[in-house]
């Protein structure tokens, strides 16, 4: 097993510096004075770096996750959002309005298309604002 590289000093919490690095296939030494890099990955556990890595290969696809981790979506957007959080962002902070999967599109247009809503609503829909009734004497107060 190899130890995760420390990068603060664990008696007095002051940046570590990296003095000797050696190879284990050819048996070299380098000895010096190295900095450490940091990447917010630091922060990951290793389950979260597999996560991620698995994240990776199935091209964000949490279905195909599904199947090769054997875990429910709602596991694996639970295990997403704590990545994201630990990678120091807060999920949901940045999106814009909600974007509609294409079933959820294609349910819109087949209410609008059975007279369920109004254009009006499906087009607030769509662009993920929230609809407001307009109420005028023409309708009957609909």
Known sequence: MINKTLDQCPVCESELMITRLYCVN???TIEGHFAAEH?????????QMQFLLT??????RLNRMEDELNLSYPTLRSRLTEIVRA???????DE???QLSPEGRRDILEKLDR???SWEEARAILRG????PQHNAAEGGR
């Open 39 to 47: 990447t917010p990955f630091g922060n990951l556990t290793p389950e």
């Open 129 to 132: 604002e929230k609809f407001i």
């Open 55 to 60: 994240f990776v290969k199935c091209e964000g």
């Open 96 to 98: 814009g309005p909600a």
């Open 87 to 93: 990678l120091g962002y807060e999920p949901g902070k």
């Open 26 to 28: 050819c048996d070299t």
């Open 115 to 117: 007279g369920e809503i």
